[in-house]
């Protein structure tokens, strides 16, 4: 496939609600979750390898994307791109990207190269809201 320069605003939207629905599931299991005993402790080993999962979904969602136009700056697509890779090849530990210069101090989650990647609905929800907010600004139609 041939890369995307461009998203339809009803395209992005429909991104968003798969995302919000997946958000909507999992607050409502942590409040059934959390009316048990283990309740929390249960949800507290769910949240990472879901919004890990979650993470992937939402670069899928874009993932033919023209990396040029995305630049490498560090911006939210990067960190989602770096974020991605490292989950799928490198057991959750954030790799190095000789191509994006992703600043801790600036990035939406604040991981270094070498932290592992453990997410709570917080940082998920902040990460997809700047990486919509940057496909948006970036691919909109």
Known sequence: MLSVTEYSSDYMAACRARIDVQLAAYRELAAAAGKQDGGDDAVAAFAPPFFANLVLA???SFCHRARGQEGKDGNPMNEVRMLCTSILQNG????ADKQIRLKPETSVLGLAVGDEIRLSEADFVALSDAYFDAVARTYGA
């Open 58 to 60: 939402l670069d899928m």
């Open 92 to 95: 959750g530990v954030l790799l």
